[in-house]
């Protein structure tokens, strides 16, 4: 604001009055994981304020990049990349492709990798690697939203086979489905066809599911998820806690796995705001006693420090994600990492106190 307003500032220039206007974009440094990320979020900015008719400035923000780009453009795009019933799905000419990166999943408190989840990335030529929340929904919308899931548990799959081959002893592998996904027919045939083209057997997989409303009651879907579980399938139940994540939704889903979402970890709810309010930590723990009074296990995510681990650890967690262990990384870099701590992500301080008692 003090730069816009110093810039806007008229002046005379050769006895003339002049004013100029600038457009100002900002980038928050903890919103990018680079600093070439972070720069390249204030560019979009500046363009999203010069978009709005300029002499503005604008803080980024990931809905930014539907509103510079055109949500038009990127659907025809997303489209194109995933085209063609999976022949040359994952790349297209000029709009890049998708990527997968892989987070460790880590058993508590001993830091031993359970898994990783495969999250999705869009590589762009221009726009640089472009984040799931800004172009999943578009993906929804132009109707490629399951093309785009089979295409990355394809991907994770093989890479399973792959490190396998490599002897990383990496035992699951979670892959998330969108609503596209569960409501496509044939969604069992899918991923069991995926499972055995990759080679893995299918009791390794995870399917990580969030809550939908409307598919609440689709016997179909609920079918399909039980023949999975028979075939060995694991069932998470995503951002539990989170938004519409209802405790009915224990009920509605064959799910053996629940993600505890982070909005409760003391990073994010760090204190209780009056006495008659409950403290989020105690909410987990009472959270986490319930998950194992249902005979399910405890993953919390969103671990990023110490606290959020004691807190974890409270809640009788088994497993545990976020960046106090480690980062989604690309292929490359998980294995470097796994080389470089032999499969077990150091697990702090906290941890180890509680170890020690
Ligand atoms: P999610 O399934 O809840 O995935 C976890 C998200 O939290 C990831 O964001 C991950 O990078 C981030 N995260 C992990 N540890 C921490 C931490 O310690 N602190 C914080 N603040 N964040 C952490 P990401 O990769 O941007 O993915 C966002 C969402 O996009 C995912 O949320 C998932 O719902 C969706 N998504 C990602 N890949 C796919 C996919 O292949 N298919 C579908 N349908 N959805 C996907
Ligand atoms: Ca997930
Ligand atoms: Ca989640």
Redesign the pocket.
Known sequence: RAVSAAVSEPFVLDGTPLAVAASVGAAPLDGAATSREALGHADLAVRAAKARGGDRWLCYAPELHGEVLGPQQMQRELRALVAGDGARAGSADGVGRLV??Y?PVVELPTGVVNGV?????WQHPERGLV???VF?PLAETAGV?AA??RE??RQALHQLAAWDALGLDVPHMG????R??LREPGLRGHVLDACAAAGVDPARLLL?I?EHDELATDAGVVADLLALREAGVGVAL??FGAGHASVGYLRRWPANVV?L??SLLP?VAPVQPHPAMLDPGDLMVAVGSLVHALGRVLLV????DDG?LAVALAAGAQVG????FA??MPPEGFIAWWRACGGAASVGAAAAARGSR
């Open positions: 997968v990166e987070q989840e495969a999250l999705v990335r984040r799931p929340d999943l939203g785009l899931d990355v548990m892959v998330n489905l969108g596209d996904s990580e969030t995503d951002d993600k979402d982070r990073s995510e969103g671990i990023e959020d994600q976020g960046y106090h980062r989604p």
